[in-house]
């Protein structure tokens, strides 16, 4: 009986803290070319182990919309010379990632 109580408490105590996931977002830093296109990859991953494709599931939010701006599919595109940070939310979740960009002005 004592074995079922301790098993009872382990399988209560689990329910009652929920894992958050964490976002990793790939590349997480780049140089651009002015007009370049990069497609960004967002997976998130649990603590328990499983790791999803989350690309087209997060909201993308440029520090600087006149650099970059992110598509609902996770493609960034080079507007103007600059850096700039893409926060990147998850809309299930609390879990947050950033990507630096630096815009490079084309080569004299």
Known sequence: ???????LLLLLAGCAQPQEPTLEVSPSSATLALGQKL?????????????ELVTDRVDYLPSNV??????????????????????????DSEAVVAATFTVAAPAP
């Open 1 to 7: 009986m004592r074995g079922l109580a301790s098993f």
């Open 39 to 51: 497609q960004l990859a967002v997976t998130r991953r649990f603590p328990s182990g499983p790791i």
């Open 66 to 91: 006149s650099v970059t701006s992110v598509s609902a599919s996770g493609e960034v595109f080079a507007a103007a010379v600059g850096p700039v940070i893409v926060h990147i939310a998850d809309r």
